[in-house]
Structure formats: structure tokens, C-alpha cells
């Protein structure tokens, strides 16, 4: 049985719906089991009549990047010291840890996609504790697998999609940046790889513990993205009107934290682990958008 935490949150909702759709058998806390108490979390670890909890999937995290700033010690509880508490609740009764991570942890001013191993170098509160969270899980767990992901979009949550969606709808023209380059991520995309890993250990494949990245293929910038998505919003009937999306630096748009400028993730280690054929970024955009998902207001 698998234990998804922060099952209502983006990529939680999205796993919980593949697991009930695969009739996977699993369980799914959110808020009501504190990851920041080794108690409670060891409590419901140990006291599931429905079945041996052999999976943690992790997808909780404090994701307010700039909020980040101002909250550091709620955003430490949440994003390092939660995860060693998981990973030692997981140790305690034998269970495989799934962490998902970020991209955040590099400093964006690489030059090529960023491999599982090179050094991580954050630039704000958010990546640091996501950075330190990584560490912990391992200090804690070696039994432990962790995905970083990048510019993650998907139904159950605020993302860029949808705020595009509607601000293309409400206004006549956007400044969108342009300086800043990575590659958008499906949470269906990224759910299904969760998913892939779990079936494929299970099934007897020696897949070996440690940090992988996935995003989609392709890096494109936050001007190329908007572009897209108005594109294909035409398209599919889910924008009326007309609307100019211009390029701006970030430098126009001063935030508390400053945004890694590049971004990119190399996947050949989990493609090759996996056997992965992962979508184009765009080709996901418009499955995503096919489904209705656009339409959806944000939560």
C-alpha cells in the first residue's frame, strides 16, 4: 500500500486519481497528519489496519517562493525538517520514499541541463530548504528515490497556464519574461512517471535509489510558454479575445527572490532507468488543454 501525503495538493490529486483508476491500493493524508511531528507521523505509519504501507510518496512542500522570505522557519518545517521526519517514519517500517524536489536547488547560471550531480547552489529560502529537504531524506532514508521537477502546471492548482489563460482573456496586451529558460511539466506527465517507478520496482526491476529529474522535453522561456498557450487557447475555443504578448526582463517584474535564469534538467538518467519516451513540452501543453483542464478556475 502506498501513503501519498499532500494528496490535495497539484501532483497529489493527480497521483490519488492514477492510483484510483490502476485500483492501486493507497491512502492519502494532507494536512491532518502533521509532517512536522515525528509522532503523529510515526502514529499513522504504524496503525493502518488496511494494509503494510511498503510506499511514502512525498508530494507536501511550501511552495511560495517569494512568501519564502518573510516565513523562513515555516518554510524550513515544511520543506527539510518535514521530509527527515518522513524519511525516518518510512525507515521505521520498511517503507521506499518517493520525494519530489526542484529545480530551485541549482543557481540558474548554467550554461547546459543541469545533470542529478552537479552542485547545488540555491538562491532563496524555497530552494535552500527544498536543497537541505534532499539531504535530510537521505540522512534518513537510503532507501529513498527523489524527482526535481520544473514549472509545474496541471488542474489542481495555481499555475502559469491558468493565469495566462484568464489574464489573455481580461487584457488587451501581457509583458511576459523572456530571460528565463526551462521547461514546463505536466503534473499528469510527471504523475505517470511517479507511477511508472513505483510499478516498475515492484515488479522486480532494480531501479537504484537517489535523485532523477523529469520535466518535459524541450526548454523554451516564459515569453515562448505565454505565446504557446495563447496559440493553442485560440485554437481550442478557450480564449475570445484578442490579446499582445510582449517580452520584458525581469528586471521589469522585482520580486524578493530572484528567479534562476536557466533552469533546464537533463532526464537521460531516468529515461534510461525507466525506458521514458517523454512528451514535448508543447505536445503535453496541448493535451492538457484538450481536456478541458484550461477551462478549470484556479483554487
Not at 29 to 35: A, F, K, L, Q, Y
Not at 74 to 96: D, E, F, K, Q, T
Not at 217 to 224: A, H, L, P, Q, Y
Amino acid at each position: 500500500m502506498i501513503w501519498l501525503i499532500g494528496n490535495k495538493g497539484m501532483l497529489g490529486t493527480e497521483l490519488a486519481l492514477r492510483f484510483e483508476a490502476q485500483h492501486i491500493p493507497y491512502i492519502g493524508t494532507d494536512r491532518e497528519v502533521d509532517i512536522t511531528n515525528p509522532a503523529a507521523l510515526a502514529a499513522f505509519a504504524t496503525h493502518q489496519g488496511t494494509g503494510v504501507i511498503t510506499w511514502i510518496v512525498n508530494c507536501a512542500a511550501y511552495t511560495a517562493v517569494d512568501k519564502a522570505e518573510d516565513a523562513p522557519a515555516v518554510c524550513r518545517r515544511l520543506n527539510a525538517i518535514g521530509p527527515a521526519n518522513i524519511a525516518a517514519a518510512a525507515r521505521s517500517i520498511g517503507a521506499r520514499l518517493l520525494h519530489i524536489s526542484t529545480d530551485y536547488v541549482f543557481n540558474g547560471t548554467g550554461n547546459r541541463p543541469y545533470r542529478e550531480d552537479d552542485p547545488t547552489d540555491p538562491i532563496g529560502v524555497y530552494g535552500l530548504t527544498k536543497r537541505d529537504g534532499e539531504r535530510t531524506v537521505f540522512e534518513n532514508n537510503d532507501r529513498s528515490y527523489i524527482i526535481r521537477t520544473a514549472w509545474l502546471y496541471g488542474k489542481h492548482g495555481n499555475n502559469f497556464v491558468h493565469t495566462m489563460l484568464r489574464l489573455m482573456q481580461e487584457r488587451d496586451t501581457l509583458l511576459v519574461v523572456h530571460d528565463q529558460r526551462g521547461s514546463p511539466t505536466w503534473a499528469g506527465d510527471l504523475a505517470q512517471t511517479v507511477l511508472t517507478l513505483i510499478t516498475t520496482v515492484d515488479a522486480g526491476t532494480v531501479i537504484p535509489y537517489g535523485i532523477y529529474h523529469y520535466t518535459n522535453e524541450g526548454n523554451i522561456t516564459w515569453f515562448d510558454f505565454a505565446q504557446e498557450i495563447y496559440t493553442q487557447g485560440r485554437r481550442l475555443g478557450l480564449l475570445t479575445t484578442d490579446c499582445t504578448i510582449n517580452p520584458c526582463t525581469s528586471d521589469e517584474f522585482p520580486a524578493k527572490v530572484k528567479r534562476p535564469h536557466y533552469s533546464v534538467l537533463d532526464k537521460t538518467k531516468i529515461k534510461t532507468a525507466l525506458g521514458l519516451e517523454i512528451p514535448a513540452w508543447n505536445v503535453s501543453l496541448e493535451a492538457f488543454l484538450k481536456l478541458g483542464e484550461g477551462k478549470r478556475k484556479t483554487v
